[in-house]
C-alpha cells in the first residue's frame, strides 16, 4: 500500500500519543503515593533504683500465716452466791485486783438472822443431846444391876441417837448459814483487771447473778486456723512472732500452746492456739494479731521480693533488665518468707541479676530502660 506524505506524518504521530498516556498516567499514580513516614525511636523508660532489685543470697524462713484476735487466757465471771440486795460496788472497770480483795457485799440482815437461828437450834439440840447422854449412862448401870429391862435401856439409847443426828444436822445448817454470810462478801477468785461491770448499789441480785468479768492479762492467747496440710508441720511449743494492731513495728513472741484434734466445721483448717506472755500488760482483749509460724529454715539461697513476682495465665516471670533492655524471664519460685517480704529462686535467675520490683504497668518486653540513683 502507499501511503501519502500527510497521511504517514499523522500515524506517527497517533503512535507516540498511545505511547505517551500511560508513561503519563503512571507518573501521577507515583507521585499520588502518600510519603512513607519516619519511624519514631520508642522513649526510655527512666526507672529509680527503688524500682529494681538484684537476686541476692539470703537466709529465708518457710513459714505458716497466723491470724486471730488476743483473749487472756485466764478470765472469770463474777457472781453473786447469794440473792439479796447489792449494798456496796467497791470496783469499777479497768481497776486491778488481787485474789481475796473485796468486790461487792450484799445486804447480810437476813443472812445473820438466820445464822443466829441455826445458831440457837444448835445449842438447844446440843443441850438435849448432853442429857440423853447422862440418862443413858445412868440407866446402863440400872441395866447391869437388873434394875430396868432391856427394852428400856434399848428405847433410852434410841433417844440418844436420835438427838445424836438433830445435832449433827443443825452444825450442817449453821455451816450452810455461815458460809451464806461469808458469801455476801464478793471476793476475788484470782489476780487480775475489771473488764466488766454488770450491778449497781441497791440492786437486787438473784442466785448465780453476775456482777464482774475478771481478766488476769499476764498471759494472752489467739486462737488461728491452720491448713489441714500444713498441720503436720506444726508441733506444741514451736515458737511464734506476731505482730499487734496499734504497736507499729514491735514484734512479739508467743509458742503453740496446743492443736484441736479435729478440723472446723465447714473448712479444711484446724484450730491452733498461741499463747504469749504479757508481763507488762502491753496486750489487751479483743486486739488482732498477726503473726507467722517458722516451719523450715533456708541458708544462703537465691532471693527476690515478692513483689516483682508477676504472674500471666499460670507462667511465672519477672521483668528482668538486661543490656539497658526488658526481658520477660520466667522463673520457678520455691519458698516464700511473707515476713520478710522475699521469695526463693529455684530456675531462672543467677545472683546479681536485676528485676524489677514493683509493677510500673508500663513495662513490656524489649523497652528501653536506664536506671537512676535516687528515687524522682
Not at 513459714?63 to 467497791?90: C, H, N, Y
Not at 471476793?187 to 461491770?197: H, L, N, P, T, Y
Not at 515458737?239 to 479435729?262: C, K, L, Q
Amino acid at each position: 500500500m502507499r501511503y501519502f506524505p500527510r497521511t504517514r506524518t499523522l500515524i506517527i504521530a497517533l503512535g507516540i500519543l498511545a505511547l505517551a498516556v500511560p508513561a503519563v498516567y503512571a507518573l501521577k499514580q507515583r507521585s499520588a503515593a502518600p510519603k512513607p513516614e519516619a519511624v519514631k525511636a520508642e522513649p526510655m523508660i527512666e526507672l529509680t533504683a527503688s524500682d529494681v532489685a538484684q537476686v541476692e543470697l539470703k537466709d529465708i524462713a518457710r513459714t505458716i500465716p497466723l491470724t486471730g484476735t488476743l483473749q487472756p487466757r485466764d478470765w472469770t465471771s463474777v457472781k453473786t452466791q447469794v440473792a439479796g440486795e447489792v449494798r456496796e460496788v467497791l470496783v469499777r472497770e479497768g481497776e486491778a485486783v488481787r485474789k481475796g480483795q473485796v468486790l461487792a457485799r450484799v445486804e447480810t440482815t437476813d443472812l445473820k438472822a438466820r445464822l443466829d437461828d441455826r445458831i440457837g437450834s444448835l445449842q438447844g439440840a446440843k443441850a438435849q443431846l448432853s442429857l440423853a447422854e447422862k440418862t443413858r449412862a445412868k440407866n446402863w448401870e440400872l441395866l447391869n444391876q437388873k434394875f430396868i429391862s432391856q427394852t428400856a435401856y434399848d428405847s433410852m439409847q434410841s433417844n440418844y441417837a436420835v438427838s445424836e443426828s438433830t445435832v449433827k444436822s443443825l452444825e450442817a445448817q449453821v455451816t450452810m448459814a455461815r458460809k451464806a454470810l461469808d458469801d455476801a462478801v464478793v471476793k476475788a477468785s484470782m489476780d487480775g483487771v475489771i473488764a466488766e461491770r454488770f450491778v449497781q448499789a441497791g440492786e437486787k441480785m438473784p442466785v448465780d447473778g453476775k456482777l464482774f468479768t475478771l481478766m488476769n492479762l499476764s498471759q494472752m492467747e489467739f486462737e488461728a486456723a491452720v491448713p489441714a496440710n500444713d498441720i503436720p508441720t506444726v508441733q506444741v511449743g514451736q515458737a511464734v512472732a506476731f505482730s499487734v494492731d496499734g504497736y507499729g513495728a514491735r514484734v512479739f513472741s508467743g509458742e503453740v500452746n496446743r492443736i484441736n484434734p479435729a478440723t472446723q466445721a465447714g473448712s479444711q483448717s484446724i484450730s491452733v492456739f498461741i499463747v504469749m506472755p504479757n508481763a507488762d500488760l502491753a496486750l489487751k482483749g479483743g486486739m488482732f494479731a498477726k503473726g507467722s509460724l517458722q516451719i523450715a529454715r533456708l541458708e544462703k539461697t537465691a532471693t527476690i521480693p515478692l513483689s516483682a513476682l508477676r504472674d500471666d495465665n499460670g507462667q511465672t516471670f519477672v521483668y528482668q533488665i538486661n543490656a539497658d533492655k526488658v526481658a520477660k524471664t520466667v522463673v520457678k519460685p520455691g519458698v516464700r518468707d511473707e515476713t520478710r517480704g522475699v521469695v526463693q529462686v529455684l530456675e531462672g535467675l543467677a545472683p546479681g541479676a536485676t528485676v524489677v520490683r514493683t509493677n510500673l504497668g508500663m513495662l513490656r518486653e524489649g523497652s528501653a530502660v536506664k536506671i537512676g540513683s535516687t528515687p524522682s
